[in-house]
């Protein structure tokens, strides 16, 4: 399986369209504090006229990955070859160094519900997501990185840690892993498991993406909101993160309440400054 060659690493921010004027806007062709962009597929599946033109306008200059939020890889129904096709198209159009989605469904019946939505961790969803999984790679002709999503409630069916469930699912389809720590942080305090046994469970060689963001704690719960600043909670578990994966490729997510392009630029840098930390004192 084939996919983009360009340089993916460093850090890097979801791309939104109010950010489109101070990156194009750059005289210096690249921004010195961003590697990277990330956009979510369904934005750009099937469009023409600007939002096409701005996105190859950015993809010129930075490497990119495509993250998806309806493949619905955990659903009953069988795959959506349209949505499949769309996703290719662009793919192809994009050349993205990574292309994911996550461990979840997201409706029935062709009804899109709009939400990652959680799945019973048994071995007959292993086999049915590995099954899916096999099929939407081989169709695409790449590797798919599959994200663990903010969870709830769970399943009295339940009967595999997610992290080995996880494992697992990359074993049998030698699909890759996007971590994405705030949603360890937000589970674990939803369901009370151990960020630590979490991260040391993930098999190290298949994360080739992390994902940051805000959330909301309620004080019983925690739901992922993508509208605020990471928190420090979630940092120190970023810097732990890194102790055992060492170096991945790092982003910023953020959906809503979107500040000002040079805000999240320098909330990148947190990141980055405490991913060379942990390297180097690693080293020392």
Known sequence: MTHSTDAFAGFGLGLRAKHFPDILNDETGKHTGVDWFEIISENFMRVGGMPINNLMRVRERYPMAMHGVSLSIGAPDPLDWEYLEGLRDLIERVDPSVVSDHLCWTGVHGVNLHDLLPLPLTEETLNHVSSRILEVQDFLKRPLAI????????????AIPEWEFLTELTQRTGCN??????NVYVSAFNHGFDTAKYIAGIPADRVVQIHLAGHENNGDHIIDTHDAPVVDPVWALYEKTIERLGTVPTMIERDDNIPPFAELVAELQTARAISDRTIKDAAA
Request: proline share 0%.
């Open 147 to 158: 994200e663990n999503a903010s969870t709830y409630v769970a399943f009295l069916a339940d």
């Open 177 to 182: 892993l996007l971590l994405d720590v705030n």
